[in-house]
């Protein structure tokens, strides 16, 4: 029950487009499709941002897309803003009950 | 709205025990699994475990991390979970969030209550 793998770091200036990679194995992320993405700004919890691989709570830009190939999930935010930082975790579902995070992402714009 | 209020943080000397609850409203208890999560100054989240309903046997899943030394539990009469830490280490030293987890626009998360593990 190792964490995904994040980079640790990305950044871009405000209106482009970046993408953080989550990296699991054939146990987790690339068995179930029950791959979450949080937002968490400093000293407040975390904010679910998408579900379910794909999937957007109501209340949450558009700008905010997730998808899954093999092993890795992603997250894509797009014409980013200056609220759009802070740190994002991905979650997997690890089965037999079990889940975990990824080990963060910071987010820079620039 | 879901509302989740964590308690029962505070100072614990290494190798003792301290019991955290997490008290819910706005949303079916009952029917709800609630998870524990940390997550220490400066680092990651970590998801510790999960207990079920009772629908569900009431059903406990823990980190291997501290599978052998935490404990989950709830009493739906009270719409309260617990936390129950032994044999705690420095390293133990979080913030420990209270989470109702994949319920996608209805998911939700405590304030979070502060433990320190220190002699």
């Known amino acids: 029950q190792s964490a995904l793998t994040q980079p640790a770091s990305v950044s871009a200036s405000p209106g482009q487009s970046i993408t953080i990679s989550c990296t699991g194995t054939?146990?987790?992320?690339?068995?179930?499709?029950?791959v979450s993405w949080y937002h968490q700004h400093p000293g407040k919890a975390p904010k679910l941002m998408i579900f379910?691989?794909?999937k957007r709570p109501s209340g949450v830009s558009y700008r905010f897309s997730g998808s899954k190939s093999g092993n890795t999930a992603s997250l894509t935010i797009s014409g980013l803003q200056a609220e759009d930082e802070g740190d994002y975790y991905c979650?997997?579902?690890?089965?037999?009950?079990?889940?975990?995070f990824g080990g963060g992402t910071k987010l820079t714009v620039l | 709205d879901v509302q989740l209020v964590e308690s029962g943080g505070g100072l614990v000397q290494p190798g003792g025990s301290l019991k955290l609850s997490c008290a819910a409203s706005g949303f079916t208890f009952s029917g709800s699994a609630i998870h524990w999560v940390r997550q220490a100054s400066g680092k990651g989240l970590e998801w510790l475990g999960r207990?079920?309903?009772?629908?569900?046997?009431?059903?406990?899943a823990y980190a291997a991390s501290v599978r052998d030394r935490f404990t989950i539990s709830r009493d739906d009469s009270k719409s309260t979970a617990y936390l129950l830490m032994n044999s705690l280490k420095i390293e133990d030293t979080a913030l420990y969030y209270c989470a109702r987890l994949g319920y996608g626009d209805f998911e939700g998360w405590g304030q979070g209550t502060l433990v320190t593990v220190s002699s």
């Open positions: 979650f997997s579902y690890a089965g037999s009950g079990t889940l975990v």
């Open positions: 207990i079920r309903s009772k629908g569900n046997n009431d059903a406990t």
């Open positions: 379910e691989v794909t």
């Open positions: 054939s146990r987790d992320v690339g068995y179930y499709n029950l």
